[in-house]
């Protein structure tokens, strides 16, 4: 793995993922993709990953995945709990709970136990809510 300039990651190994853990610095969650910047590839979600970049790739595993209001995913995100402010372009499994804040986008079907969409969220696709 490479980086060019301060925000872009260049993956040599395609088979390489992020592991995503929670980074707290002085009491703030710290994104794993900064604003800006690009991540291509596999995310293994551990615990709260908190994204405002944009992710071309799978984000998967046991985690909270928290999508900024800069943030654009094209790919599968299957999570126990997905809160997006962010786009999201691709299909989305959340085995807990989906929540689409005021101006997410969101264009891809979707399956959770229980879904909230508030105003200003648009989503285009099928949903699969309930066991």
């Given amino acids: ?20 853990q929670p980074l707290v610095h002085d009491g703030e969650t710290v994104p794993l993709v900064p604003r800006g910047g690009l ?21 998967r ?12 995913i094209e790919g599968v995100i299957d999570c126990d709990i997905l809160d997006s402010r962010g786009e999201i372009t691709g299909p989305v ?7 689409l804040r005021s101006g997410a986008y969101f264009e891809g079907d979707l399956e959770a136990p229980s ?8 989503w285009n696709g099928v949903a699969r809510v309930g066991g």
């Fill in 61 to 72: 595993g046991p985690g909270e995945l928290v999508l900024g209001t800069g943030s654009r």
């Fill in 115 to 122: 879904v909230e969409v508030e105003d200003d969220a648009v």
């Fill in 39 to 59: 991540w291509e590839g596999q995310v293994a979600i551990m615990g709260q990953t908190l994204i405002d970049g944009a992710v071309n790739g799978s984000l």
């Fill in 1 to 20: 793995m490479s980086r060019k300039g301060t925000a872009e990651v260049d993956r040599t190994e395609a088979d390489e993922a992020a592991v995503a």
């Fill in 93 to 99: 499994t959340a085995r807990s709970r989906a929540r």
